[in-house]
């Protein structure tokens, strides 16, 4: 398994050290000579110093054997060109890019990388996510974000508390996986009666996650 | 009949090209995203001049890209040219898009993707040689 990583930086850093240790044979490639040499000097990798977007630095890098590409560069239009030309000149079947302008995620998308990840789009769903409910643990997202997996508690000012699932009023595609009370585990059904400090599993997508919330905790501060 | 045209990159080749599409009477929206290069533009340029970077979308919905008949992508860097153009036409559906990319190994792969790619280093490559041939 070959793993190709463009940029500088700790995130680079950090992120060869992971690949490194699953077992990934892992290329750097650098355009900042310093952190290059920062680079070999400290990581079991292969470091490239050059431009990454060029094709003849990608072939040196290995880009033919790579099954996967991750661009992390300060620019949009680097990392976007970084990843065609491993797609299309050397068909490396997973490109990831990191995308500074929240819009461009889709864009990217459209245009052939695999996955788009924008950090500033990110921190503000956490933010506003977190802000609103205290009682609420984001778990993970999967689907490249289409569905969230969340733990909630309900609390003394929950509506949900004494009631059955059927009578608060759900979304059709959200989901109460789970409920966990004590130390018991239930598969709960529309009949199933909450109760104070029941922990629960849900599964929501961004269109009623918030319709959800509210149904089981009530308002948000 | 006039046409609307979109520039992004207002250095040498922009300016050059705004001023003569201009002239030839379409309508020409110039982007850089450095002011002072407007300032190459003669007085007699009569379009638009949009002070942003041309590889955000909004700032190509300002330049109402959507209604444009073609763009032209003419900044310094081939990634910056390669995103724009791209941009114009799959998000905008821009009808003609052309882009400079100077690294002909960059040209070559575009070209197969089906996008209109200027090379000046290939151009001016191919003049070189010419000129050798008609010496001889």
Known sequence: MHAIILGQGKSVYHLARRFISKGYHTTIISRDAAAARNFSR??????VHGD?????V???AGARRASILVSLMMEDQDNLVACQLAKEMFGVPRTVALVLDPENETVFRQLGVTVAISVAHMLSQIIEEQVSYEDVINLTSLAQGKVALTEVILTETAPAVDRELRELGLPRNALVATVLRNDEVIIPHGETRLRL???LLILTQPGNHGQVLRALLGEGE | MSRYVIIAGCGRLGSLLAEELSRAGDSVVVIDKDESR??????????FRIHGDATELEVLRQAKADRADALIAATSLDNVNLMVAQVARVVFHVPVVVARVFNPAREAIYRRLGLRV???TKLSANSFLAALQEEE
Not at chain 2, 38 to 47: I, K, M, Y
């Open chain 1, 42 to 47: 400290k990581l079991k990798a292969t470091v």
């Open chain 1, 197 to 199: 400090y029941d922990r």
């Open chain 1, 52 to 56: 990454g977007t060029d094709p003849g």
């Open chain 1, 58 to 60: 990608l072939e040196e």
């Open chain 2, 118 to 120: 200027v090379c000046p």
């Open chain 2, 38 to 47: 407007f300032a190459r533009l003669s007085s007699d340029f009569s379009g």
